[in-house]
């Protein structure tokens, strides 16, 4: 093993999007298992070390791959189209209006009920943005067109958030009206 493997040649993955959430898992488990720093005990202070790092790199490595918009997002980045989130916030006008009118029915809501519809919409939104980002990156070998789909899907899960918020919000508010 080599600290300065791709999260994929670290995982001995093929660097694509799609990913066996279950071998995922359990390559995780084997390899934090090969680098546990009890097992260098014996070794000394500078093999525990060393573990450690290597553990440390292992989690950073699987905190990314099981992400699928973290994933997404470095397999973009690996072949040339970083995503420049932080520059680039240019959207297409009609996912624009799409984000305003989620805004306003966010807004709008009266109670836990109005927001299914929405949760819904934005649950097939995300969805069809990560089908999106897989054939983009696996099928057609299109990072620039996966990095439009991974800032919208990064747009998305900030909607998500919110949407969550004022989920738990009404849900406070009806039972501190059951006073509970």
């Not at 699928?68 to 932080?86: D, F, I, Q, S």
Request: aromatic share 8%.
């Amino acid at each position: 093993m080599n600290l300065q493997s791709s999260d994929f040649e670290l995982f001995g993955l093929q660097d694509r999007f799609e990913q066996d959430p279950a071998a995922l898992d359990q390559r995780w488990k084997d390899l934090q298992r090969e680098v546990h720093p009890d097992r260098f005990a014996a070794q000394g202070a500078a093999a525990q070390r060393l573990a450690m790092q290597w553990s440390s790199r292992i989690n950073q490595a699987y905190q990314r791959l099981r992400d699928p918009l973290k994933r997404a997002a470095y397999l973009c980045e690996m072949r040339g189209a970083p995503t420049e989130a932080e520059n680039n916030t240019a959207m297409t006008p009609a996912f624009l209006m799409q984000q305003i009118a989620w805004r306003e029915a966010l807004d709008e809501a009266q109670g836990a009920a109005d927001l299914v519809p929405l949760e819904q919409q934005v649950r097939a939104s995300r969805e069809a943005a990560l089908r999106d980002c897989a054939r983009r990156l696996d099928e057609q070998d299109d990072a620039p067109g996966a990095v439009r789909q991974v800032r919208a899907l990064m747009f998305i899960q900030r909607f998500d958030a919110d949407l969550q918020a004022r989920q738990d919000w009404f849900e406070a508010q009806q039972q501190e009206k059951q006073g509970l």
